[in-house]
């Protein structure tokens, strides 16, 4: 059997007060985590290298055409799940993620970006942070982030 592994790539964009952006997703309950707010970013298309996506997601998101991107970090991680039954203590992996992390200035003021998806585009500091609700893994990847 054949896992299903899924790449996707995003951008932590910074302002110049140490904000990052932020993308309230659509209330759809059809998607993950509706109305919840997370890092610039999306599922990568076939053929695509990370920066390439996290750069194309970006600018479907904000308008923003990125210049330099750095680096920051990736994250692996999988999706399991056990069918019941007599075995159901043992978990079988049913899909692999892969999340590649970049990071950037953002020189342009909220004001000035396009919101391309979700409901609202928001700078928001580490503080913040603590009363929004947040998608994926998205918290823990920006307390790594301030925290380093």
């Known amino acids: 059997m054949t896992i299903p592994r899924h790449m996707s790539a995003g951008v932590i964009l910074v302002d110049r007060e140490g904000r ?5 997703r659509d209330a ?14 999306g599922a990568a298309e076939p053929g695509e290298t990370p920066e390439q996506a996290a750069r194309r997601e970006v600018e479907e998101e904000t308008g923003l055409t990125l210049g330099r991107i750095d680096p920051f970090r990736a994250y692996y991680f999988q999706e399991t799940g056990n069918g019941g039954g007599a075995k159901a203590s043992r978990s079988k992996t ?17 004001e000035e970006l ?11 500091s580490p503080d913040e942070l603590e009363e929004l609700p947040i998608a994926y893994n ?4 920006l307390a790594d982030f301030f925290g380093s």
């Open 114 to 124: 396009v919101c391309g998806e979700g409901q609202a585009l928001r700078f928001v």
């Open 138 to 141: 998205h918290r823990d990847v």
């Open 28 to 41: 759809n309950p059809a998607i993950m985590y509706p109305g919840h707010w997370g890092i610039t970013g």
């Open 94 to 110: 049913r899909a692999e993620y892969e999340l590649y992390l970049f990071h950037a200035p953002c020189e342009k003021p909220v």
């Open 20 to 24: 990052v952006l932020m993308q309230l």
